[in-house]
């Protein structure tokens, strides 16, 4: 990582409104740091999740940068009913 991202990083992982989006920096900068994607995924953040799922946000930061880990439109459960 540039000195640039780290720091968009930081910011990101320390002040973002959204929860999702924290995790996904974090997640990211202990990557950097030198830990496989694997130990983050199982050790490093507070709630475990699976090693692909960090590898697919590390893609996705590397072709997209942060609007990259945004949710993207239209994923999830769709509605019930349209009011």
Known sequence: LTTE?????LELRDHAA????RE????ILQVAEGRSGRWVALNGLL???QPDAIYE?????ETEGVEGLTIREGRGRPAAYEP
């Open 24 to 27: 996904r920096a974090s997640a």
């Open 5 to 9: 991202e780290k720091a968009e990083l």
């Open 47 to 49: 709630k475990r999740r």
């Open 57 to 61: 946000w590390l893609d996705r930061y």
């Open 18 to 21: 959204k929860p999702y989006l």
